[in-house]
Each structure stands twice: as C-alpha cells, then as structure tokens.
C-alpha cells in the first residue's frame, strides 16, 4: 500500500529512504515512517526517536530539546502505531482529542490507513429499497 499524499517532497523523500534503509515496508515501518516524515524536527532527528540497530522507537526521545508540540504529536502518534506505547501517567496526551489538535491531522489520519489499511477500506453504507422498508 502506497500513500495517497504526502505533506512535501521532503517527506516523500524521507518516507521511502527510511523504508529502504530498513529493508521492511510492512504497515508498521509504513506508519511509523510516513508520520515521523511529516515533520521536519522529526525528520532530521530521526536517530533520536528510533534506533535502527535494535529496530526499535525511543521513547526517550520526546524529552530532547528540539521537540515541538508538533513535532512531540507526531512521535506519540507514531510510536503508538508502531507498537500501541503511550506514556505512563500520561496517557491522556496519546487521545485523539489531544494528538490531531494540529495542522498534521489528514496526514495522521493517512498514517492509520497505512497502519490498518484491512479497517480504512472504503465501505458504503447498505441502502435499503422503498420496497424493502418495513414501517
């Protein structure tokens, strides 16, 4: 599955480099990927928040200095696709409410369809007939 959009070159870019480096584009690496290219902090920090020899995220990451509420958004948002983390004792700032309060909410919302691509299929509903309406 292909993303239908990215927010920049510079994160397309970055999307399929990331990819590449890590030799796996299964929908986690997708996900994790395509949401911490959006933001140019996270792009250039990347070795802070994930660690590509154990192939893992780094939480520890979300205290560095160059974080922004943007940008630390973005890496909760991608670390809970990654493996469902959020912070213990906060996990209220993992909410929906609290993480797409920001300009990056299409691009999170592209981010779960390449997490859960089987759940974000198109489905219509189900009309029913005039002659098929009971009263």
């Avoid at 970055?14 to 996270?42: P, Q, V």
């Avoid at 390449?114 to 009263?135: G, I, M, N, W």
Wanted: glycine share 6%; hydrophobic share 35%; proline share 5%.
């Amino acid at each position: 599955m292909r993303p239908a959009f990215f927010r920049d070159s510079e994160h397309e870019a970055f999307y399929y480099r990331m990819l590449n480096e890590c030799r796996n584009a299964d929908g986690y690496h997708r996900a994790l990927f395509y949401t911490l290219g959006i933001s140019k902090d996270t792009r250039a920090h990347i070795h802070d928040v994930f660690d590509f020899s154990n192939r893992g995220i780094k939480p520890e990451g979300l205290s560095a200095p160059w974080q922004t509420g943007s940008s630390v958004r973005t890496c909760q948002l991608a670390f809970n696709l990654w493996n469902g983390w959020s912070q213990a004792g906060a996990e209220r700032y993992s909410t929906p409410h609290e993480l797409f309060d920001c300009g990056f909410a299409p691009y999170f919302m592209e981010a779960i369809r390449l997490r859960y691509p089987e759940y974000c299929r198109l489905q219509l509903p189900s009309v029913k007939h005039k002659a098929e309406r009971s009263r």
